[in-house]
């Protein structure tokens, strides 16, 4: 499981986590909504161990990230894939290449059996024949999937998700979505995710989490969040927004 204890996370003057407190348990999938901006991204990269937290501390099946050697925080790693916001894929790398990143810089694997693994992984998201094209000639929903393989290609046990379904067609998010149920079926996987899509938290989620104003501030099923009276979780379930933006999309 992964355990999240106190976390604090501010730039200069602007905290962004203020005592985040989140069990996620082995198998289940969770998803973190909140506002764009609220700080979800900065969670995500730091369950990962990218942002170093100001105070509290992230367990990784009971191992504590604090003070942890170089080597043994790569072994976690390894344990982890993860899908950016903006997929993060290089451009200069094949799809193939993007995949394997992970095995090429990390196995001693033959070329021959990195591309075969890429190619079952890219097959896994839906997407055949693209491994020697390039990330610019793909679409959004390509690339997105894309960078699913790629946080899949060396069988982690926890895939973090941030914005999986963002910026796509409701008929692309919506296979999205049911990728990442599969995933998690067919593979056990512990997933966590991070969205401003209600719809999609509703339709992967077994618990919601909301993060506001750096804090967890309610956890429960998706049935839970549609009944609560907390009056930040209704407004953000029924859009409406604080400003003349909302959603962030
Ligand atoms: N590397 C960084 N340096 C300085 N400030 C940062 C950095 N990363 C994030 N922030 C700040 O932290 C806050 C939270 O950003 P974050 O990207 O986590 O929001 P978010 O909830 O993911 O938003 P969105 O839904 O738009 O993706 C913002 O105020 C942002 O400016
Ligand atoms: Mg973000």
């Known amino acids: 499981?992964?355990?999240?204890?106190?976390?604090?996370?501010?730039?200069?003057?602007?905290?962004?986590?203020?005592?985040?407190?989140?069990?996620?348990?082995?198998?289940?999938?969770?998803?973190?909504?909140?506002?764009s901006g609220c700080g979800k991204s900065v969670l995500m990269k730091t369950i990962v161990g990218l942002l170093i937290p100001d105070d509290g501390e992230i367990e990784i099946e009971n191992v504590s990230?604090?003070?942890?050697?170089?080597?043994?925080?790569?072994?976690?790693?390894?344990?982890i894939?993860?899908?950016?916001?903006?997929?993060?894929?290089?451009?200069?790398?094949?799809?193939?290449?993007?995949?394997?990143?992970?095995?090429?810089?990390?196995?001693?694997?033959?070329?021959?059996?990195?591309?075969?693994?890429?190619?079952?992984?890219?097959?896994?998201?839906?997407?055949?024949?693209?491994?020697?094209?390039?990330?610019?000639?793909l679409s959004g929903g390509m690339k997105k999937r894309v960078?699913?393989?790629?946080?899949?290609?060396?069988?982690?046990?926890?895939?973090?998700?941030?914005?999986?379904?963002?910026?796509?067609?409701?008929?692309i998010a919506d296979r999205i979505n049911n990728l990442i149920i599969e995933l998690q079926k067919e593979l056990n996987i512990t997933t966590v995710a991070v969205t401003h899509d209600i719809i999609s938290a509703y339709k992967i989620a077994d618990r919601i989490a909301m993060l506001y104003d750096g804090e967890i501030i309610f956890d429960g099923t998706p049935k839970e969040v549609q009944n609560t009276d907390n009056p930040y979780v209704q407004q953000f379930i029924k859009g409406e927004g604080e400003g003349p933006v909302s959603g962030g999309i």
């Open 65 to 79: 990230l604090k003070n942890i050697s170089r080597k043994k925080l790569l072994e976690i790693r390894k344990k």
């Open 1 to 35: 499981m992964i355990r999240i204890k106190g976390l604090w996370k501010s730039f200069g003057d602007n905290k962004v986590l203020k005592g985040v407190n989140l069990d996620i348990e082995t198998g289940e999938t969770i998803v973190v909504i909140g506002q």
């Open 81 to 137: 894939g993860m899908v950016f916001q903006s997929s993060a894929l290089f451009d200069s790398f094949s799809v193939w290449e993007n995949v394997g990143l992970g095995l090429i810089e990390h196995s001693k694997m033959s070329q021959d059996e990195i591309m075969r693994i890429a190619r079952e992984k890219l097959k896994l998201v839906g997407l055949s024949d693209v491994e020697d094209m390039y990330p610019a000639e």
């Open 147 to 171: 960078g699913i393989a790629r946080a899949i290609a060396m069988n982690p046990q926890f895939v973090l998700y941030d914005e999986p379904t963002t910026g796509l067609d409701p008929i």
